[in-house]
């Protein structure tokens, strides 16, 4: 299972990303996308995931409401759509994958993963 991130930058407070996770190799018909980050000097931290076979979502408190993950199955990609940017967002941000849904989730294979910078 190989994941590629994209699409993180410099943001001013108070503005939005969208990240992207591309799969290659397989399909994602049914699979858990999960978003992770990790902050300099901090444990990676679990932020949202997503059941490419029903849509299902969940979110972790500290991003909910502001960050939203979709799935566009037929490319084979999963979307981070984060607003109300906050300084304290700033880390590399990871996608992940385990077959079978959010509640049944096992990830453990991380990629190189994009930065997300949010200066105040």
């Known amino acids: 299972v190989q994941l590629v991130e994209s699409g993180g930058g410099l943001v001013q407070a108070g503005g939005s990303l969208r990240l992207s996770c591309a799969a290659s190799?397989?399909?994602?018909?049914?699979?858990?996308i999960g978003w992770f980050r990790q902050a300099p000097g901090g444990e990676r931290e679990g932020l949202s995931c997503i059941s490419t076979s029903d849509g299902s979502t969940n979110y972790t408190d500290s991003v909910k409401g502001r960050f939203t993950t979709s799935s566009d199955n037929a490319k084979n990609t999963v979307y981070l759509q984060m607003n109300s940017l906050k300084p304290e967002d700033t880390a590399v941000y990871y996608c992940t994958a385990s077959a079978g849904d959010c509640l049944q989730a096992d990830f453990g294979s991380w990629g190189q993963g994009t930065q997300v910078t949010v200066s105040s």
């Open positions: 190799e397989f399909t994602f018909d049914d699979y858990a």
